[in-house]
């Protein structure tokens, strides 16, 4: 079974730009999740899906970061414009759903550095 | 709310001792989940265990074993006999059922097995 695909695995970008990141979870999960994890610190949950819904985007800094799932299977997040804070690594999850307590799988990550 | 803290940064052993990791966690929730992840050099979390609130049998897999104590508010986690290959970040999770499932992690222990 295919895990959850992400690119690109390492993008680097100045301050203002702008970026975009892609995800898409294990066949069948109808949950996927994209976190933020600062060097050093545990991963931070920025938004949630289920099927093309929004479940919880509380984390999400909306001014700036914005991410879609239109069919319930792939995800884009971006930034837009990026600021040095952003510097991180940036990981999708995937679930079968939100019934129940189903682990999350994850993606390897995309490594963001804002210069 | 929910919080993890793993009071651990680092724990450096040299191969075939034994390590513990510390996870101590809040939630005001009945029902929730705890849970283990691993994160290698190579960045993917893997996971390792899921724990229900109702359920607070230790538990052990091959070389790992949880101890998980309500009472305390704690879920350890125990690496015997340690290897090279056991380098890597470990983090505790917390998911309650009334938050959507969503993962709280803790900041992470840095296990270095020497050899």
């Known amino acids: 079974e295919a895990g959850v695909a992400q690119s690109p695995r390492y993008k680097i970008i100045e301050k203002r730009q702008s970026v975009a990141f892609w995800c898409n979870p294990i066949s069948g999960h109808a949950t996927l999740y994209w976190y933020q994890q600062i060097l050093g610190q545990g991963p931070k949950l920025l938004i949630q899906f289920q099927n093309n819904g929004v479940v919880d985007d509380s984390q999400l800094p909306k001014d700036r970061f914005s991410a879609e799932r239109l069919k319930g299977v792939d995800s884009t997040l971006k930034i837009q414009p990026a600021k040095l804070e952003d510097s991180a690594v940036y990981l999708c999850?995937?679930?079968?759903?939100?019934?129940?307590?189903?682990?999350?799988?994850f993606g390897p990550g995309t490594r963001l550095t804002v210069t | 709310a929910q919080k993890v803290t793993q009071a651990q940064t680092e724990i450096s052993v040299v191969e075939k001792e034994d390590v513990t990791l510390d996870c101590v966690y809040e939630?005001?929730?009945?029902?929730?989940?705890l849970f283990w992840y691993k994160q290698p050099p190579s960045g993917e979390l893997v996971f390792l265990i899921r724990r229900n609130s109702f359920d607070e049998q230790n538990e052990i897999s091959g070389r790992y074993s949880w101890n998980f104590q309500k009472s305390t508010s704690s879920f350890n986690f125990t690496i015997t006999a340690s290897q090279v290959v056991d380098s890597a970040v470990y983090f505790c999770?917390?998911?309650?059922?009334?938050?959507?499932?969503?993962?709280?992690f803790g900041g992470g222990t840095r296990v270095l097995v020497k050899p």
């Open positions: 999770a917390l998911s309650e059922q009334a938050a959507g499932n969503k993962l709280t």
């Open positions: 939630t005001r929730d009945t029902t929730y989940y």
């Open positions: 999850a995937s679930s079968l759903s939100l019934a129940g307590p189903h682990e999350q799988y």
